[in-house]
């Protein structure tokens, strides 16, 4: 079945400054990586997604790139702001049939 | 925030009992999905359903068992519940792509905490 890592567990950036967040994923039938946004005690509310026929999408701040070839797909948010602090998960899955999350990266934006 | 709503919001329970939680998708959604999310932990997949029928399951046990209703809400039942059954369990609906319940978008309710004792 899938499996998804993702780092960095925690993640501490600057107000203004950029945050990575990477994810890598083993079934290469997945074809389907959301990007969700989980603030303490709410809902993951979905902030960017992208299929496999897409190399990179840019939503604002937000963009995610992914690489088919090697497996994994990555969360980049620029100019980042304190509402920007939150819990992300990356997923992987084939159109939702089933999803699997990675563990999480725990961002932390300082003032 | 999504119009997808669960109910109740908590719930506490002693180990042995049954307990169900309750799901009502989106407007225009026919697919809910069920995932349990232990605390610090990534959601992890229980099942879908699609127009009324299991269409994928993850690795929980046959304790865990759903339904979907004409009207595309939802439930999960968890009989003999263990202490770690301790969770945040939360639904999401999303559209089916085609007639295999195919879809991607999915988007999650507020949850149910369930606790056990």
């Known amino acids: 079945g899938e499996n998804v890592e993702q780092h960095p567990s925690t993640l501490s950036v600057q107000e203004g400054d950029s945050a990575v967040i990477k994810c890598t994923y083993s079934d290469s039938a997945s074809n389907y990586f959301p990007w969700y946004k989980q603030e303490l005690g709410k809902r993951p509310q979905l902030i960017i997604d992208i299929r496999s026929n897409v190399g990179e999408k840019k939503d604002q701040r937000i963009a995610v790139t992914l690489n088919k070839t090697a497996k994994h797909f990555s969360l980049h948010i620029t100019e980042t702001q304190p509402e920007d602090s939150a819990v992300y998960f990356c997923?992987?899955?084939?159109?939702?049939?089933?999803?699997?999350f990675g563990p999480g990266t725990r961002l932390s934006v300082l003032p | 925030e999504t119009g997808v709503t669960q109910s109740p919001t908590h719930l506490i329970k002693t180990r042995g009992q049954q307990v169900t939680l309750r799901c009502s998708s989106q407007?225009?959604?026919?697919?809910v999905s069920w995932y349990q999310q232990a605390l610090g932990q990534g959601p992890q997949f229980i099942f879908q359903y699609y127009r009324e029928e299991e269409n994928g399951r993850g690795n929980f046990p046959p304790r865990f068992s759903g339904l979907q209703f004409p009207n595309y809400s939802s439930e999960l039942n968890v009989n003999a519940l263990e202490l770690d059954d301790s969770a945040l369990y939360l639904c999401?609906?999303?559209?089916?792509?085609?007639?295999?319940?195919?879809?991607?978008?999915?988007?999650f309710g507020p949850g149910t905490r369930l606790t056990v004792l």
């Open positions: 407007s225009g959604h026919n697919t």
């Open positions: 999401a609906s999303s559209s089916g792509a085609n007639a295999g319940g195919r879809s991607d978008t999915q988007y």
């Open positions: 997923a992987a899955g084939d159109y939702g049939q089933n999803f699997v």
